[in-house]
């Protein structure tokens, strides 16, 4: 007999509760098993993402690459599409605002600069996405195929471009030149000094204040206009949308055009925020993180910032644990990771029949989630 439905509040709030409690559970029971103190490990890992402000900042870092990619994902996701090509789509981003940079740095004034960087970024990821788009709205082929592809074939366009077209003369780094200071974003450090505040340094750049824009328009699109609303009826029945007059082959295109928009501005938190030139595998992963960040956020952007917080602050608590305790190794905080990504991802729903038959023996949550 299957079990019933869970009530909006449990899968929303208790059930992605209930998923990262089990991956913690088990990761400190594999912890124990390899001669490590799960408890030393978790309180490094808290400290190491919460306890100091560099520590804060290096975790708002990580979650604004997450805020791109989650919501990146939860758009397609919105419109029927599973965008598994957010990867590819950051790295073309940041080879918008590279090439921007590149070829405007010097002549352009910063006020001018870093909006046009930030436009590339999104139009370079937009337009990578929109192939894959074109060829599953107009071709019948299969999005997830072709986004996988379309990732290998990113990292090639921009090992090339690096190695034959950007690399810096006299440098055996494959690796573009510096840009000019009018194409580097402000971090935070630099933003609390103009008001006089001490700040330590850090990644952490104007970009979080772009994620959660961004964040606030995707919510104000996907719910607050029609549409938004056109959007997310194909989503949910492609059929029945074009029976009311909704083509689906346009919203395939609107929402991958979104999605890889969104994903494109990676690039401004990494190459315009960050490293201030172009170079390989600035992604590093974040484009497949974002896939758990989205479903573990339920594809709603108030779940999926607080998803990036989460996993934001397990690579910044990770690299901390790494550096306290050496005989913790990398691979072990990889695992950590990996658990919260199995169950708050792949696994997102095995629990919830069983947290739904508990949640239901009781009467009176029984009452409120049928009403």
């Keep these: ?34 001669g490590q103190d799960p408890r030393e490990v978790l309180s490094l890992m808290a400290k190491g993402a919460f306890g100091t402000l560099r520590g804060f900042s290096y975790t708002l870092y990580y979650t604004t690459t997450f805020i791109f990619t ?17 990867e590819g789509q950051a790295t073309l981003g940041g080879l918008g605002a590279g ?50 592809m379309f990732n290998f074939l990113a990292y090639t366009l921009l090992v090339y471009l690096l190695v034959n077209v950007l690399k810096a003369p006299g440098s055996m780094a494959v690796e573009s030149a510096p840009f000019a200071p009018s194409a580097s974003l402000p971090n935070a450090q630099e933003v609390f000094a103009w008001f006089g505040i001490e700040w330590p340094s850090s990644p952490l750049n104007l970009s979080f204040l772009l994620a959660l824009v961004a964040a606030v328009l995707v919510y104000a699109y996907l719910w607050r206009t029609r549409a938004g609303y ?4 194909v989503g949910a029945s492609a059929g029945a949308a074009e029976y009311a007059g909704i083509p689906p082959a346009h919203q395939i295109l609107i929402a991958m055009g979104i999605s890889g928009a969104l994903a494109g501005l990676v690039g401004v938190n990494e190459i315009a925020g960050v490293n201030r030139r172009l170079l ?18 339920r594809n709603h952007p108030v779940g999926i910032l607080l998803a990036s917080l989460l996993f934001g602050a397990l690579f910044q608590g990770g690299a901390e644990v790494g550096f306290e305790m050496p005989q913790f190794t990398r691979d072990m905080v990889v695992t950590l990771q990996g658990f919260v990504i199995l ?13 739904s038959r508990l949640l239901h023996a009781i009467p009176a949550v029984a009452k409120r989630g049928a009403t």
Excluded: C, E, K
């Design 70 to 86: 989650g919501l990146a994902v939860a758009v397609a996701a919105h419109g029927g599409l599973f965008n598994i090509g957010a």
């Design 1 to 34: 007999m299957s079990a019933p439905a869970l009530p909006r509040w449990a899968d929303v709030v208790l059930l992605p509760l209930v998923n990262l409690a089990a991956a913690l559970l088990i990761a400190g029971a594999v912890m124990a098993l390899v």
């Design 343 to 355: 169950f708050s991802g792949a696994m997102a729903y095995v629990l919830a029949p069983y947290l």
């Design 99 to 148: 090439l921007v940079a590149l070829w405007l740095g010097a002549h352009l004034p910063a006020a001018v600069m870093l909006p046009v960087m930030v436009l590339a970024a999104a139009a370079f990821g937009a337009a990578w996405a929109l192939i894959p788009a074109y060829l599953q709205a107009y071709r019948g082929s299969h999005i997830v195929i072709t986004t996988i």
């Design 280 to 297: 390989l595998d600035f992604v590093a992963g974040a484009g497949f993180t974002g896939i758990a960040v989205a479903l573990m956020g």
């Design 230 to 233: 056109r959007l997310r009826t």
